[in-house]
């Protein structure tokens, strides 16, 4: 990625803070940084993945061929488990905000959530972490985990419980194939809420691939919706 290019996706992700401070009083109140270090800190880390790649370079160029055979259409990631600091914490964040249902839970140690009833979309245990800290920048490990919202109107509601709940969110985008909201959990993982739209439109580049972009997503119109 040439330095125009990151500068204007960061200029862009920039802007989306702006949008989500000044939009609406009720989401300036929940998404504003409460002093002007904090507002910093989180435009530091406010890029996503889509932002930090050229989503070209990782296309199939024409003749090119894949090593394996595609994984069956019907694969999906089942579930996430995270390492958490606080069980009861981590719970009513995934519960008692985001809406999740509690499946099952073994004492002060690890829970299961899902929605719809399955056995579990989202582990949480404290075996190796309880009372810990978050990684520090510059380390691997998970980026962020992404929940998707069957339509723009649930994930409307998904904002509306972000904003009742006081939670600040770290970035807001439209990436062309969908729509997403960037915030962090209490044990600092990064957590996207998204929709996707329909595939037919999906912005696509002459050759016919995926050509997703980072644009401001303009969260009082989302609102609307909710």
């Known amino acids: ?116 009833g399955y056995h579990h979309h989202i582990g949480l245990n404290t075996w190796e972490s309880h009372g810990g800290s978050p990684p520090p920048p510059g380390h691997t490990g998970l980026y962020h985990l992404a929940v998707l919202y069957p339509t723009r109107a649930e994930l409307a509601d998904a904002l509306r419980r972000l904003i009742k709940g006081g939670v600040q969110l770290e970035g807001a985008s439209d990436h062309g194939v969908s729509e997403a909201l960037y915030l962090r959990d209490p044990d600092g993982n990064g957590v996207e809420l998204y929709w996707d739209r329909p595939k037919e439109q999906w912005p696509r580049t002459a050759e016919g691939g995926i050509d997703m972009f980072t644009h401001p997503l303009d969260l009082k119109a989302l609102l609307k919706e909710a």
């Open 1 to 116: 990625m040439d330095g125009h290019h990151r500068l204007r996706i960061l200029q862009e992700r920039a802007e989306s803070l702006i949008r989500i401070m000044d939009s609406t009083p009720s989401a300036s109140s929940a998404c504003s940084c409460k002093t002007q270090n904090s507002f910093v800190s989180a435009l530091a880390i406010v890029i996503d993945p889509c932002s930090h790649v050229n989503h070209g370079q990782l296309e199939m160029q024409p003749g090119e061929q894949q090593s394996s055979k595609p994984i069956h259409p019907g694969v999906r990631i089942g579930h996430v488990h995270l390492k958490v600091a606080d069980l009861d914490r981590a719970i009513a964040f995934y519960r008692d905000l985001l809406g999740f249902e509690l499946t099952q839970r073994y004492g002060r140690q690890a829970a299961f959530l899902s929605a719809g």
